[in-house]
């Protein structure tokens, strides 16, 4: 179990990095906001969370 807690936690940080690099602070404040809502199952934080990826991602493509 704790390898398995490890990996996820890996693959979240390397996550979090590519977002960082790619859409600069304002994407990591987005992915940070959608993490901590879907955590604490807060609607309104994930979901600004999610619309501001959304539109990081609109405005690269």
Known sequence: MPL???????????????????????????????SVGLKARNTTVSGIGAVILVMLLAQSG
Do not use: K, T
Request: proline share 3%.
């Open 4 to 34: 398995v807690a490890l990996a996820v936690a890996a693959l979240a940080i390397g996550f979090e990095q590519v977002i960082q690099w790619e859409y600069g602070p304002m994407g990591i404040i987005a992915f940070v906001a959608l």
